[in-house]
């Protein structure tokens, strides 16, 4: 059974940092992309970055580059988004995804239960 629990949300004032987890089982993921999307209120989910685990090619949204880091550690089986320079725009439900066998660095066909960032202005 695939599992990815996110952690590390929070509340934030602009400018400030938070750095979030997603520990990862259930699948060789050795393979595939993992990913961060986000959701806001009232808005659809979008892209923030991802990561081949075999390549460790990183691809990140227009909105955050400079700003967030997506990076891994293969030991505890944990990718993680450190985020930098933080608006009250990057508000927004996240969310951790894994990738499929075939797929690109915006295919994904499991997620987690996401965590909550807010950034105060």
């Known amino acids: 059974q695939v599992k990815l629990v996110e952690s590390g949300g929070g509340s934030v004032q602009a400018g400030g940092s938070l750095r979030l987890s997603c520990a990862t089982s259930?699948?060789?993921?050795?393979?595939?992309?993992m990913g961060w999307f986000r959701q806001a209120p009232g808005k659809e989910r979008e892209f923030v970055a991802a990561l081949s685990w075999s390549t460790s090619r990183t691809y990140y949204a227009d909105s955050v580059k400079g700003r967030f880091t997506i990076s891994r550690d293969n030991a505890k089986n944990t990718v993680y988004l450190q985020m930098n320079s933080l608006k009250p725009d990057d508000t927004a439900v996240y969310y951790c995804?894994?990738?499929?066998?075939?797929?690109?660095?915006?295919?994904?066909?499991?997620w987690g239960q996401g965590t909550q960032v807010t950034v105060s202005s």
């Open positions: 995804a894994s990738g499929y066998p075939g797929g690109g660095p915006y295919d994904y066909d499991y």
């Open positions: 259930g699948r060789d993921f050795s393979t595939y992309h």
